[in-house]
C-alpha cells in the first residue's frame, strides 16, 4: 500500500497529509452516519489524515460531526480544516437580498463557533477565509483571528482563493502567518501560475490548497477542441509515465509544481481515492509537464 507522506504547510506549520480529502459534496452522499465514520477511518489508514469543509457546504459539517460523535478518538488523528466568509442568503422569489461575502470581526467569530458546534470538536486546525471580500478590513480580519487563537478555537489560519496582493494585505495585519491559499488548479485554469499568486506562495514556503484538481469532470469533456486535444495527450502520458489513468497523470502533473500543492479530493469511491493518490510514485518531466500545458493552450510556449 502507498504510504501518503505528512507534509508541512509552511514555515510554521501545521503538518498536513499530500492529499486532502474534501467533505463539500457529503450531504449528497446518502451515508448513514456510521458509513461517514467507516469512510473516515477508510482514508485515513490510506494516510489522508486531512479533510476539508466550509460553513457553506450545507448540512457537511453537522453530518462530518454525526460520524465523528461515534469514535472521538479519531478527533486526535486527522487536521480539521474549515472555511467562512460566504453569507448564503436563499433570497424568496420577491426578496431583494443575495447572496454575499461577511468577513466582519463579528460574523468570522460566530461562523467559527458554529462549525465548531456543528463538527462537535473545540479546535479548528485551520481557519480559511473563503473567497476574497471586496470590503475586507484587514484590521478587523487580524482582530478576530487574534481572538480566536488565543481562545483555543483555531490553531492556524489562512485564505482560498486570494490574489497574492489580497494575501499581502491580510499577512501584514496578522502576527501569525498565513499557512496556505486554496486555489483552483488544473489543466483547464492556469491563472495561479500566471498571475502571481504561485509565485507568491513559493516565495513565502507556503503551499498552496489544489480544488477543483479535475476541473469539475471538465477535463473529461470530449465537446470542445481544447478538450479534445488535451483529452489526446493525457492520455499519451498514461503510457509514459506508467499511469493508471488520466486522473492520476492530472495528480501528478499538479504534485510536480514548485509550489508543492497538496490536492484535494472530493470523490466519495475509495478506489479512485486509493488511484488518485498513486499519482505521489510518478515521475514526470519538464516537457511532459509543458505537454499538457500546450494542449490546453493550443498554441507552444514563445
Request: proline share 4%; aromatic share 8%.
Amino acid at each position: 500500500m502507498i504510504t501518503i507522506p505528512k507534509i508541512t504547510m509552511a514555515p510554521h506549520g501545521p503538518v498536513f497529509s499530500t492529499f486532502v480529502q474534501g467533505y463539500w459534496r457529503l450531504g449528497a452522499w446518502n451515508f448513514t452516519a456510521q458509513q461517514r465514520l467507516s469512510f473516515l477511518k477508510s482514508h485515513v489508514e490510506l494516510g489522508i489524515t486531512t479533510v476539508d469543509n466550509a460553513a457553506i457546504y450545507g448540512n457537511s459539517e453537522q453530518l462530518f460531526g454525526e460520524a465523528l460523535k461515534l469514535d472521538k478518538s479519531m478527533r486526535e488523528q486527522i487536521e480539521i480544516v474549515s472555511k467562512f466568509g460566504i453569507n448564503g442568503v436563499a433570497p424568496s422569489p420577491d426578496s431583494n437580498r443575495v447572496s454575499h461575502y461577511d468577513s466582519s470581526k463579528e460574523a468570522i467569530i460566530t461562523s467559527t463557533e458554529n462549525s465548531l458546534k456543528r463538527l462537535g470538536v473545540e479546535q479548528l486546525d485551520a481557519l480559511l477565509v473563503h473567497r476574497p471580500d471586496l470590503l475586507m478590513n484587514a484590521d478587523e480580519v487580524a482582530e478576530a483571528f487574534e481572538l480566536l487563537h488565543q481562545s483555543g478555537k483555531v490553531k492556524h489560519f489562512g485564505v482560498s482563493n486570494f490574489s497574492a496582493s489580497q494575501f499581502e494585505l491580510l499577512q501584514s495585519r496578522l502576527s501569525k502567518p498565513l499557512i496556505t491559499n486554496q486555489v483552483e488548479i488544473n489543466p483547464l485554469n492556469f491563472n495561479v501560475f500566471e498571475d502571481g499568486t504561485a509565485d507568491q506562495l513559493q516565495r513565502l514556503r507556503i503551499r498552496p490548497m489544489a480544488w477543483s484538481c479535475l476541473a469539475g469532470g471538465s477535463v473529461f469533456d470530449k465537446n470542445s477542441e481544447k478538450a479534445i486535444r488535451l483529452h489526446k495527450t493525457l492520455h499519451e502520458l498514461v503510457e509514459e509515465i506508467g499511469a493508471s489513468s488520466i486522473e492520476q497523470v492530472i495528480y501528478a502533473w499538479i504534485l510536480k509544481h514548485p509550489s508543492k500543492p497538496v490536492a484535494l479530493l472530493g470523490s466519495r469511491n475509495l478506489e479512485r481515492i486509493k488511484e488518485a493518490t498513486g499519482a505521489i510514485t510518478l515521475t514526470m518531466n519538464a516537457e511532459q509537464w509543458y505537454r499538457v500545458w500546450v494542449a490546453a493552450k493550443g498554441h507552444g510556449v514563445a
